[in-house]
Each structure stands twice: as C-alpha cells, then as structure tokens.
C-alpha cells in the first residue's frame, strides 16, 4: 500500500501478511494496521522478542497464535477486522483486514494512494460519491443535505484532524462531524478508515436507506461518538470496527441546537427498521458500547436490533449495553441477540428513565419489550468490586418493563436470577429469565 511517507509509522514491531510487509500506522491513543489480502491469509507479526505474549479478538473466532522465534504467527481464513494486544506494548493495535480493492472508476471526487490532501469540506449532492484510495489520506470532513443517492467508499482514510478541536464549552461548536448527512436518502458508506475526530465521526439526521459496510473508526477525543442515528429509518450497520471514545453506535430522536449540530424537526422521521449487525465495539473512557438515548424527543422508538455484536472493550463508567430515556419517548421492541462482551469495567446493563443535561422534553418516557437472547459475557479480575448493572423507570406510570433474559451467561453461568449479579432496579415490571 502506498502510503504518504510522513505518515506516523511505529516501529516497535513489523507485520507481514503473505510475506508483504504492511505498516502499522499510530495515533496518540493506538496503533492501526490496513492491510489487504483475497480472504486467506498468513499473519506474522515480528518483535524480535520485545513482547512476551498476544491476545487477538474476538476471542469467539478462536484464532491460534503460534509463538516463534521472532515473534507470533497466526492464520486467517476470510477478510477480518481484529483488535490485538502485546503484552509489554503500550498501545492496542487494530488491525484491518480488507480485500484487495479494485476502484470502479465512477467516483465524482477520486482521491489516489500515495497522497495527503487538504480539502476541508467536501458537499455531497445528488448522485454524487468520494472515493478515498488505499493509501490515500483526505483531511477534512464530508456533509449532504437533502442529497439522494450518496457514496463515500475507498480503504484511504478521513482525517478529522484537518480542524482544531475546541474542548471548551464556549467553543465547542466549532467542532465538525466527519460524516454528516442531514434529510438525505439512499446513502453507502463503505470500507474508509476514520481518525482523529473533533467530535461526532458519522451523524446520520433523518435519513431514509443507509447502508454502513466495513467502516473503520478510531475516536479519541471525548463526544467521538462512532455512528449517530438520529431520526432515521432503513438503516443497516454491518462489518464495522469502531473505536471510539464515546458511544460506538447510538440511536437518538433530537430536534434544536445542541452545540456541535443543529437539528430541523422537518428533517427527522419515526426511527425504524434499524439493523447493527456483525460488527466489533471498542469503547474508551466516555459513552457507551451500544445506545440508545439520551436525546429521545419523540413518542416512539423502536423496531432496533443489534446482533452478531463483539464488544472487545468497555474501559469507562459507560455500560455494553445502554437505553436512556431523557425526553418522552417510549422505546420498545428492541433485540440484543448473539453478542458476545469479552471486557466490560464498570456497567453491564445501564437502562434508565432519567432527565440529563441533554434532554428538553418535561414528560418522562418508558422502556418495554428488551430481549436479550444468546448474550455471552466474560466477568474477570478487571471488572471492580463496584461493578453494577442499572435497570430502572421514573415512578409506577414509566417504568421499564417486560424485558427477558433469554441464554444469556456470564462466564460459564446462565443468568437466571438477579441475585447471580450486582444490580439496583426500581419501578419494574415483568422482568423474565430463561
């Protein structure tokens, strides 16, 4: 891959992948590894002996690391995006495995390998698309509003970085969203690499038809939330790895001025038929893995279901699995099915009526008809003696209810009581296990 040469390349190992050597680019908070291969592939990752030992995720691929003389060793048998620590390395390393991309030559904006370009801002319209080279890195941000018939695809990278982040509360508006589609139908995001955000990295406002294949995320900042879905409906999220230091994907209802976005109640429309599937969640200090909430300015959010979900991290106060109802909304008919949590530290399970900072609406919302089903999850050394897990309404006319455990273990043992973990609820109802 021909990368620019100023690049920040770290140097403290070296991968190969079908004896071609591939760089393993960083940021301040990791390191990250594109590489392309047609869907098998011979992984050796070279230390010289600096590193006593690897991890690679997801632990549920089951992927056998040789250790040899130099370092460690490892096959794959399909495209994969991995998340990998070295033990002795102070960084974690992502490691993005894609296949080898043929540009189909239709794009309206074609940026090629080799180069760093400046764009600033680039406005989308109808039938208009960006192609972002491997190799290439485009700094600034993408915007469409009321566009049909979008694209943004390529294995270069969007950087964020193009615009100063303001970390104050008087200027934090001035942040930019890599990503942000306002009232715009038919739109592919597809296999780019994001870095170093100011803020949000996708925001998706009232939008019809979007399709989210294979994108590839690392937030650091805190509010880098992954993917926003505010006010949409047909939305399909699959292959993803994101790393973010704020919720990796969350599903909202928000109408004013929040700072960072302003949001036209004409643009949104009822969330429905909204699909997360197959992806691999890092969260950082901030957010959530998977959310639903705060913002919910609307009378009903449902028909959402998260599925074939691996969630390598969950390193704050933040919970793996999140619904906070701040506005009046009622959420409902929500799946969380075949997710498998390898870390989470502080909460499990984090479902609230609550007002917060961000909330406007003075009605209070409820919580009915959550399914978890095939849920797996590690609890170890590294989750806390205060550990906890949250389910709770606001009084007896909003409460949560009618949520069931289906299959769901912790470490080897199903949950079939609450007694089994540490968690406060109050004004519930209906809550089942199987």
Not at 93 to 113: H, L, M, P, R, S
Request: aromatic share 12%; hydrophobic share 40%.
């Amino acid at each position: 891959m021909n990368y620019p040469t100023c690049m920040n390349i770290d140097r403290s190992f070296k991968v190969f992948v079908n004896d071609v050597e591939f760089h393993a680019f960083k940021t301040a908070e990791v390191c990250y590894i594109p590489v392309q291969y047609e869907e098998k592939a011979k992984v050796k990752i070279v230390t010289n002996g600096k590193f006593s030992n690897i991890s690679v995720s997801p632990k549920r691929l089951n992927i056998q690391v040789k250790k040899t003389a130099d370092g460690f060793e490892f096959e794959l048998n399909k495209n994969l995006n991995l998340y990998i620590t070295l033990d002795g390395f102070s960084l974690p390393i992502f490691f993005y495995g894609d296949k080898v991309e043929q540009y189909d030559g239709k794009a309206t904006y074609y940026f090629k390998g080799g180069a760093i370009y400046e764009v600033g801002e680039i406005v989308l319209r109808d039938n208009e698309s960006v192609y972002i080279e491997a190799g290439a890195v485009v700094r600034g941000c993408i915007d469409a509003l009321g566009a049909k018939n979008i694209k943004v695809y390529g294995q270069g990278i969007l950087d964020g970085s193009y615009y100063k982040f303001y970390n104050s509360e008087q200027d934090y508006g001035k942040n930019r969203l890599g990503i942000c589609f306002k009232k715009c139908e038919n739109i592919e995001i597809k296999d780019i690499i994001m870095i170093e955000p100011t803020i949000w990295m996708v925001g998706l406002f009232g939008c019809k038809d979007v399709h989210i294949d294979n994108l590839k995320q690392i937030g650091e900042v805190i509010s880098s939330d992954g993917i926003d879905i505010v006010g949409c409906q047909n939305v399909l999220i699959e292959n993803c790895c994101l790393r973010n230091n704020d919720d990796c994907v969350v599903v909202k209802h928000m109408i004013g001025d929040y700072g960072h976005i302003v949001v036209e109640e004409d643009w949104l429309h009822t969330p429905a038929n909204i699909r997360i599937r197959s992806c691999v969640f890092y969260n950082a200090a901030a957010g959530n893995a998977m959310e639903i909430g705060h913002e919910l300015r609307n009378d009903i959010i449902s028909d959402i279901v998260f599925s074939d979900i691996d969630i390598v991290q969950v390193a704050g106060q933040g919970a793996a699995f999140s619904i906070h109802v701040g506005d009046r909304a009622t959420v409902k008919d929500v799946l969380f099915e075949d997710i498998y949590v390898e870390h989470y530290y502080d909460k499990l399970f984090d479902f609230r009526i609550m007002k917060s900072r961000f909330n406007r609406d003075k009605e209070y919302g409820r919580i009915q008809d959550i399914t978890f089903k095939n849920v797996y999850i590690t609890n170890s050394q590294f989750n806390p003696g205060y550990s906890i897990s949250l389910i709770g309404g606001h009084d007896e006319q909003h409460k949560a209810e009618n949520i069931l455990f289906e299959n769901v273990y912790i470490n080897e043992d199903q949950l079939l009581d609450f007694k089994q973990i540490d968690i406060y609820t109050k004004f519930t109802e209906n809550i089942e296990f199987r």
